[in-house]
């Protein structure tokens, strides 16, 4: 809190905050829990990057303190959601669902990795969203394989696909896919 307080005069002229990214902040949740706590308590904004794959619990008690969650979406298809990233999308999806009970502000964002998340996975990402009963926004984020070095560092299996970053067309493209699905979106 120290260092985030010597920031707080730039907090308050542009109306910025706290943002808990990672990989997953909530994989220290006692630690994020506690420093959005204290981000409220001294009027700073804060914002929540997430994955969404944690247990419910541990991501309510962080909302409480949480003013806008950034969530990750990746495929829609459980079987490519995990074929891609090694896990389920359940959690992940029924934690969605959960903060829109809770009218939670939302910023999906979507890795746009072609072949991977473009055409047929946009179409599922509208239709996800529309059972949705507050709207959310969506970005867009064009795909790099910059982490891949960093899974081979760590002798971790490399599930990234071996696809080049989407063009600015491609990009565009997939913006006016979901818009013509009804989704607000911003580009990256």
């Excluded at 979507?110 to 959310?136: F, M, Q, R, W, Y």
């Amino acid at each position: 809190m120290a260092e985030l307080r010597q920031d707080a005069a730039f907090f308050n002229g542009s109306g910025g905050g706290v943002t808990l990214s990672g990989g997953e902040p909530l994989a220290q949740p006692q630690f994020a829990t506690a420093l959005l706590r204290q981000c409220k308590t001294e009027g700073f904004s804060t914002a929540l990057d997430t994955c969404g794959a944690i247990p419910w619990p541990t991501l309510a008690d962080a909302l409480a303190y949480t003013d806008l969650v950034l969530y990750d979406l990746k495929p829609i298809d459980p079987e490519l959601h995990r074929q891609t990233t090694g896990v389920s999308n359940r959690l992940i999806l029924e934690n969605l669902r959960q903060m829109d009970q809770l009218h939670v502000p939302i910023e999906i964002r979507i890795p746009l990795i072609p072949s991977v998340t473009d055409g047929d996975n946009l179409e599922l990402v509208c239709a996800l969203l529309k059972t949705l009963k507050h709207p959310v926004r969506v970005r867009l984020l064009p795909y790099h394989r910059l982490a891949g070095s960093k899974y081979q560092r760590l002798g971790l299996e490399n599930r990234m696909p071996a696809v080049e970053s989407p063009t600015p067309a491609q990009m565009q493209a997939a913006a006016r896919q979901l818009r013509g699905g009804g989704c607000a979106i911003d580009l990256e």
